[in-house]
């Protein structure tokens, strides 16, 4: 496959216990490979298969989201997420960074 484009971002919260950021991906786009320091939900806006490579070189797995269909990850987790479908594909990552504030 060709070099991919970077996927796209958008910060939308960012607080001392979560950060909430906005992925879309464009057909031929990656995050790059990174790891979760944190927990994570993913809460997909628009659904698709995305592929996951789970180290450098790693030719992939295909990983269907649905829209609407949220799903969580422990920290550690060490991927690259890409989308090598026709589609754009787009989902809002929440990170759990800490025990909210007490009220």
């Known amino acids: ?3 991919r484009s970077a996927a ?3 910060l939308q919260i960012s ?3 979560l950060r909430a950021t ?3 991906f464009p057909p ?3 995050t790059g490979s990174h790891r979760h320091e ?3 939900v993913v809460v997909p806006v628009k659904g698709g298969t995305l592929t996951v490579e ?3 070189g790693d030719s992939g797995s295909p990983y269907p989201i649905e829209t609407g269909k949220s799903y969580t990850r422990p920290a550690g987790v060490e991927h690259n997420i890409a989308n090598d479908s ?3 594909i787009a989902f809002v990552e929440v990170e759990l960074l800490a025990s909210p504030p007490s009220t």
């Open 8 to 10: 796209i971002s958008e």
């Open 54 to 56: 789970n180290r450098p």
């Open 28 to 30: 031929g786009s990656e």
């Open 86 to 88: 026709d589609e754009e």
């Open 1 to 3: 496959m060709s070099k």
């Open 38 to 40: 944190a927990a994570y």
């Open 22 to 24: 906005l992925w879309r």
């Open 15 to 17: 607080e001392t216990h």
